[in-house]
């Protein structure tokens, strides 16, 4: 970012998340207005410090320096099925989101300095190992090795981002893997008996060993790409 180094070096500075009520946009809102920026989150729902979709279509992008988009239905949602109409709704929410954010951009008379668009790492899609295969080092180069429905939901999401205009503003893209959160312990019972509540994935790959039924995936040797909420944010 020093290459461009201009309205960020300030502070205040104002960001506006897209999704950022969700587990790593609060995160992320967090760690900004305690060094003292000012956060506007786009949200479903109204509310203090936040503008809807729908404000954003009416008014335009709020005069801001940088915009992080995190919007989108979530790809695992134990309540639904994943079936044809799910897959869909999973992949016009985050699409659609990242379009309106992207002609809001476009429109902006003065656009923020970086535009950080995410998806995920499923971007390089899966195969399946030979026997004495080992899994192949990916980077941002590589090319995607499968298709499968999360590595076409995040090519969908990636090309919506990248209607943005480059010339206008910076666009960085992240591809995220799966993100981990701290268990809060803090409760005296929490402590006790090693339970507590935490957000993310981590829920949903802890319960069935909470219940005493966990167990490996296939054959195990898939690689699981992680990073540590903190460090998410740090990025
Ligand atoms: N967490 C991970 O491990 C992980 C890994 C890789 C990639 N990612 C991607 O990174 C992004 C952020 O992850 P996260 O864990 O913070 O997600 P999250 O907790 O599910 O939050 C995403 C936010 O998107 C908004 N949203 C949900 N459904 C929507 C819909 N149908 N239309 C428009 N907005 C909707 C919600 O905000 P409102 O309710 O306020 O509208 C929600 O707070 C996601 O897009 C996710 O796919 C996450």
Redesign the pocket.
């Known amino acids: 970012m020093s290459s461009q180094a201009g309205s960020l070096t300030k502070t205040p500075r104002h960001i506006v998340i ?9 995160g992320l809102a967090k760690k900004l207005t305690a060094r003292g920026d000012k956060v506007t ?5 109204p509310g203090p410090g ?1 503008i809807t ?1 729908d404000d954003l279509a009416r008014d335009g992008l709020p005069e801001c320096d940088a915009v992080v988009n ?6 695992l949602n134990l309540k639904r099925r994943w079936n044809a109409a799910y897959r869909d ?1 999973v992949i ?3 699409v ?2 990242t379009r309106q954010l992207v002609a809001a951009l476009n429109a902006s008379v003065n656009p923020p300095e970086v535009f950080i668009s ?5 971007f390089y899609g899966t195969r399946e190992l030979g026997v004495a295969e080992t899994y192949p080092e990916l980077d941002e180069e590589s090319k995607p090795m499968g298709l499968d429905f999360p590595a076409e939901l995040v090519s969908l999401w990636e090309a919506a981002a990248d209607g943005v205009d480059a010339t206008r503003l910076r666009h960085v893209k992240l591809r ?5 959160g701290q268990v809060d312990r803090s409760s005296f019972l929490g402590r006790l008996w090693r339970i507590g509540r935490t ?3 981590l829920p949903m790959i802890r319960l069935p060993f909470c219940l005493g039924v966990g167990a490996f995936i296939g054959d195990g040797r898939q690689p699981l790409p ?1 990073i540590h909420i903190d460090d998410m944010v740090g990025i």
């Open positions: 897209g999704g950022g009520s969700g587990f790593i946009g609060t989150i786009i949200s479903r729902t936040r979709w995190f919007a989108g239905q979530h790809i709704e016009q929410s985050r659609q989101t995410t998806a995920g790492k499923c995220i893997g799966i993100v981990l957000r993310g994935v992680w």
